[in-house]
């Protein structure tokens, strides 16, 4: 009778590698779906094999053309619903060899289990209900969380934290909209005096806090995207080794960003929290080689790309006009200068007297680490003023940061009505497009919701 | 059991309330030939409890109903004694119009206009039972035997299914005071499997007004320049009377706090759920503690009657309390209680077992309209009935059943509402439960839905020429406001700066000026080029007025629907199967199978649904299309 014969692509059983790619001490393979447990049966060879849920059991894996254990795995057994995606999960923790983890993703495969798309494993876990779209997005997030703080900023947005914090923000709008709804719908009842003087401080307090919260997306953007900045200067300055220094007094290195261009070469360190792309240029100079043309030209686009310049000048020689030039052209940008070499005799901080004295700058000596530590301190200041307390919460996302953005906008076209004079509806349609904006976060606010509210008020009815 | 039918209509409308007469009037317009039967043909058209019609969002539908064909607004015109427009402070998108009626002369009108239709036959008697072959209705039978014959039957029973009335502690049963309740019919619905609720309604007590002091109370006069309901009607005939304003005191609080026992609501005899908006005065005074008194409308039953209706102190106490309580309003310590208020509790059906025809999914044929499907309110009740009646006519007819979409009206509001969400106590239309309010003015009702009106067959020549030339006035306005512009040297410019007492700089036209808050539209009416205002009416002007205001906002929310229509209209096939989309949870198939929405908009309204559970459908219809 239903047309619809084709197979939903929400259905199956689905695995996949849930480790990133590549050489590492652990891989783990995931797999969602009714035949998870079945799977593993097959793959561990163990008809009967029924793991209590949440426990950890060291299985051997076989190979099934062979038969021959290929390795050791701690299953994990999570039982539906209890489980991430809601259906039943299985983890196997296997080591993390990659030829190993694709023979026994094929073997799984050839099961009959289904490669799972990006973010599939996510989907279900909406669908399923075990999480909202709030929580989707942060979970997102925390996959491309790059550094611990983002870990845990993320973490604390899947536990609805977002949607707690904006919480008494709804309330109090519905405070406001609540007595202006009542005094539309019922006209004997008269706005109470004393409400109706509170609702335009009201709004001010509220749009402020809003603002407050959507300012902390910049933050929020630079745990979870982090900062670009490049090393600029002259050939032979020091940009190299200071490069090096800064890689080796950050523990903490993440990822070796791949597809770098051959000339420019960029890591990540971490600098309290904060993913920090460091990108070494080629020395800028006038140069007749076309090779070194090209990667000056590439340094030039580093730079325009770059969140933050450090000016990398060697302090142990009298400054050039070339050094000028590069001082003056990376000040159009947020911009550090480094003064290098602070090892040797013949440093003379007095060699930059002749850089502008806004401009930070730090004497370091990349050979010792002299330094190195103010000026990571450097580079991060202009962007966490005042916003680096771990504590307080933080907009990670656009798409709430925009929906933020509108609901303090649809809060002070309120505010413009009211001083207006202009009449409830009107008022009204801004309210409700302010609590839309914020019910996309939150989850909507019915009609029904308004009602009862007003109900439980003000008593109302003849 | 007797096979044969006694009389073969096209349709048979149950029950002559506010619903029944519409849905009645409809179908017989629309070619049908269509029995209306009811238990008393005294009382067609009755007004159980107050004697009014319209307020906010009730006054809005009435103005739907008459704009696509319907009868309430036509009558309430003729036979209201005080016509008031409600918010007039307000912008026009919350104004509404409501009237006091004489309840007598109401009943009379609408007997008369139901007489004088062609194609309907009144029928007086008391339905028993449905006859049904092969899940089709196909008649009913009455209790004094006689059986008659239809394809298509629209139930309007109101309150009089299983109807229970309650003063202190005594009970009866009864459909309303004086008429005996319909407990058979209920029985055989319950039969059918229908699931069936209770709720709760009341009524304040009668007075006696000979015995009322009317000067202790404030008095609330008509307007001067009543508005009507009707688009037909040009002004209001019939003389108009004043109402009166009175409060509660400490004391009869007091009164109250000590004897609520007494009360069926707080004793546990009553179990059905009353309206929270249109409490008693014994849940205003438990709930409202904090209330030094609660307002009283002293309502006129009519011309030719002392009976006053003393609105906002509906009770069920007993009898010796009402009398007792009353004499403590100043005022009123010397007034007899004609009839005293009461609770009725009675049985409605879930009304999500209705498709948005208002045909039930059980027996093919079967309409339900009004009170039985959970609503409250003669407006409420009347454009069900209307929808109802013109979905049944459609059904014989074999065409394709109509429909109002939420954005376009507040009857497609309340049906959606309705069908989507179920009731869980009597439900009330509010202007707020409509996402698009600015758009849904009582004053565009027509050029929202009369050409709907025209097509069903419900509007005849004469009507949508009125309705055509309207519009076509309303559009030559709007291009003369805005094309009419006074200079600084004329002397236009200098009086209406004079007028609103603000600088208009150099050049304004009249639609600027119409956005101004303290000019309103009689200031306007007088600046129109002589051309126009020759044949202009002043509703003309204010309607075109509030075209212009709301216009921003319109266009944004048009912009908004879109975009959610583009979700929202995503069809959800008849026949699919919930339970073949994995990954929904048992209670959430049950969910949609229960209201069976027709498109994914109606799915997300469905109470209960989570998000989860919506984007797992949305999926499955987005991938399925494919």
Same mark, same amino acid.
């Given at each position: ?462 | ?112 206009? +139901?007489?004088? !239709? #062609?194609? &309907?036959?009144?029928?007086?008697? /008391? ?6 072959? %092969? $899940? ?5 039978? +009455?209790?004094? !035997? #006689?059986? &008659?014959?239809?394809?298509?039957? /629209? ?6 299914? %299983? $109807? ?8 009866? !049963? ?26 709760? !309604? ?425």
């Amino acid at each position: 009778m239903c047309d619809f014969s084709f197979e939903v692509q929400a259905a199956g059983t689905i695995v996949a590698l849930s480790t990133p790619p590549g050489r590492s001490g652990i891989g783990v393979i995931r797999i969602s779906g009714e035949r998870a447990l079945d799977f593993t049966r097959s793959l561990v060879r163990d008809p009967d094999f029924s793991p209590e849920p949440n426990r950890v059991t060291l299985k051997p894996i076989f190979d099934p053309d062979t038969l021959e254990v290929v390795d050791r795995a701690v299953v994990t057994f999570f039982k539906s619903p209890h489980s991430y995606t809601g259906d039943d999960v299985v983890e196997l923790s296997c080591h993390g060899s990659p030829p190993l983890l694709l023979n026994i993703l094929d073997v799984l495969l050839n099961l009959g289990a289904r490669t799972a798309d990006p973010g599939e494993f996510t989907m279900r876990a909406v669908a399923n209900g075990r999480l909202n779209l709030t929580q989707a997005e942060a979970v997102r997030d925390l996959i491309e969380a790059q550094t611990h703080a983002a870990v845990r900023q993320a973490a604390r947005q899947l536990g609805g934290e977002l949607s707690k914090r904006l919480q008494p923000i709804k309330d109090v709008l519905l405070e406001i909209i609540v007595p202006l709804e009542s005094s539309l719908e019922f006209v004997e009842d008269d706005l109470p005096e004393d409400i109706a003087r509170n609702i335009e401080d009201n709004l001010f307090a509220l749009s402020a806090r809003i603002d407050e919260m959507a300012d902390s997306f910049r933050r929020g953007r630079l745990l979870k995207d982090g900062l670009r900045v490049a090393l600029v200067g002259r050939p032979n300055v020091g940009k190299s080794s200071l490069f090096n220094g800064l890689l080796s007094s950050d523990r903490a290195i993440v990822t070796e960003i791949p597809g770098t261009t051959r000339d420019t070469i960029s890591e990540v360190i971490n600098i309290e929290g904060i993913p920090v792309l460091i990108i070494d240029t080629a020395g800028v100079r006038p140069s007749p080689d076309k090779i070194e043309q090209l990667g000056i030209e590439r340094t030039r686009r580093a730079i325009a790309d770059a969140d933050l310049i450090v000016a990398v000048l060697d302090g142990s020689l009298p400054l050039i006009n070339e050094d000028e030039e590069i001082v003056r052209e990376a000040s159009s940008n947020h911009c550090v200068v480094a003064l290098n070499k602070s090892d040797l005799e013949s440093f003379c901080s007095n060699n930059a007297q002749r850089i502008d004295d806004n401009l930070p700058l730090v004497s370091v000596s990349a050979k010792t680490g002299k330094g190195l530590d103010a000026l990571c301190a450097e580079i991060i200041k202009p962007f966490t003023a005042g916003y680096l307390d771990e504590s307080s919460f933080v907009i990670t996302n656009a798409r709430h940061y925009d929906l933020l953005r509108r609901t303090s906008e649809a809060l002070r076209a309120a505010q413009g009505l009211i001083q207006e004079n202009v009449s409830e509806e009107l008022i009204l349609a801004n309210l409700y497009e302010a609590l839309r904006f914020l019910g996309e976060i939150t989850g909507e606010t019915t009609p029904e919701d308004i009602l009862s509210q007003i109900f439980s008020t003000f008593c109302i009815g003849k | 059991m007797r096979t044969s039918f006694d009389e073969d209509f096209d349709v048979i409308v149950i029950g002559a309330g506010h619903a029944g007469c519409e849905a009645a009037s409809a179908c017989a317009r629309m070619g049908c030939q269509t029995a209306l039967v009811t238990i008393s043909l005294d009382t067609i058209g009755q007004m159980s409890c107050n004697p009014a019609v319209g307020g906010i969002a009730k006054g809005h539908l009435v103005r739907e109903i008459d704009a696509l064909g319907g009868i309430m607004g036509r009558v309430i015109d003729r036979t209201g004694i005080q016509f008031r427009l409600l918010n007039r402070s307000r912008g026009p998108a919350v104004q509404a119009p409501r009237a006091q009626a004489d309840r007598a002369l109401y009943r009379t009108e609408m007997r008369h206009v +139901l007489e004088f !239709t #062609r194609n &309907l036959h009144l029928r007086q008697g /008391v339905v028993t039972d449905f006859v049904i072959e %092969n $899940g089709q209705v196909t008649g009913i039978q +009455l209790q004094d !035997t #006689r059986r &008659l014959r239809a394809n298509a039957v /629209v139930l309007a029973a109101g309150t009089f299914l %299983n $109807g229970l009335i309650h003063t202190g502690r005594s009970t009866y !049963t009864a459909g309303r005071a004086g008429e005996p309740a319909s407990i058979e019919l209920a029985d055989s619905l319950k039969r059918l499997g229908f699931p069936v609720g209770r709720l709760k !309604t009341g009524t304040p007590p009668r007075l006696d007004g000979r015995t009322i002091d009317w000067d202790v109370f404030e008095s609330q006069p008509a307007d001067e320049r009543p508005v009507p309901f009707s688009f037909l009607t040009e002004t209001i005939e019939q003389p108009q009377v004043t109402c009166h304003i009175g409060y509660t005191n400490e004391s009869v609080h007091k009164t109250i706090r000590d004897n609520l026992q007494e009360s069926p609501l707080y004793s546990g005899q009553i179990k059905g759920i009353g309206p929270r908006y249109c409490p008693s005065i014994e849940d205003k005074v438990v709930k409202f503690p904090e209330k030094t008194r609660h307002q009283l409308f002293l309502e006129p039953e009519g011309y030719e009657t002392y009976e006053v209706y003393l609105n906002g102190f509906s009770t069920s106490l007993p009898f010796e309390l009402q009398q007792e309580l009353v004499h403590k309003i100043p005022g009123l310590d010397q007034t007899k209680i004609i009839r005293p208020g009461y609770a009725i509790e009675y049985d409605f059906i879930d009304p999500r077992e209705l498709t948005p025809f208002l045909q039930t999914t059980r027996v093919r044929g079967l309409f339900f309209a009004g009170q039985i499907n959970g609503t409250t309110g003669y407006e409420e009740a009347a454009c069900q009935g209307l929808l109802a009646g013109i979905n049944a006519a459609l059904y014989v007819q074999g065409r394709e059943g109509f429909t109002l979409r939420r954005e376009e009206s507040y009857i497609g509001v309340l049906i959606d509402d309705l069908i989507t969400q179920g009731v869980d106590e009597p439900y009330r239309m509010f202007t707020s439960r409509a996402e698009n309010r600015l758009n849904l003015r009582y004053d565009t009702s027509d050029a929202r839905l009369s050409p709907y009106g025209r097509n069903l067959g419900l509007l005849a020549d004469s009507e949508w020429e009125r309705f055509s030339s309207r519009r076509d006035r309303i559009s030559k306005l709007r291009t003369a406001l805005l094309a009419t512009r006074f200079k600084r040297s004329s002397w236009e410019h200098a009086e209406l700066s004079r007028l609103i007492e603000k600088d208009l700089g150099d050049s304004i036209s009249l639609a600027s000026l119409s956005q101004y808050p303290t000019v309103n539209p009689s200031i306007l009416f007088d600046f129109l080029p002589a051309s126009i205002k020759s044949y202009t009416t002043f509703s003309d002007l204010e309607t075109t007025v509030g075209d212009l205001l709301y216009h921003g906002y319109i266009r944004t929310q048009q912009q908004n629907n879109e975009r959610i229509r583009n979700q929202a209209e995503v069809l959800i096939p008849a026949n699919l199967n919930f339970r073949d989309i994995s990954g929904l949870s048992h209670e959430m198939v049950e969910r949609l199978e229960r209201v069976r929405p027709q498109n994914f908009g109606q799915a997300c309204r469905i109470s209960g649904i989570t998000p989860g559970a919506l984007s797992t459908l949305l999926f499955f219809l987005k991938t399925s299309k494919n």
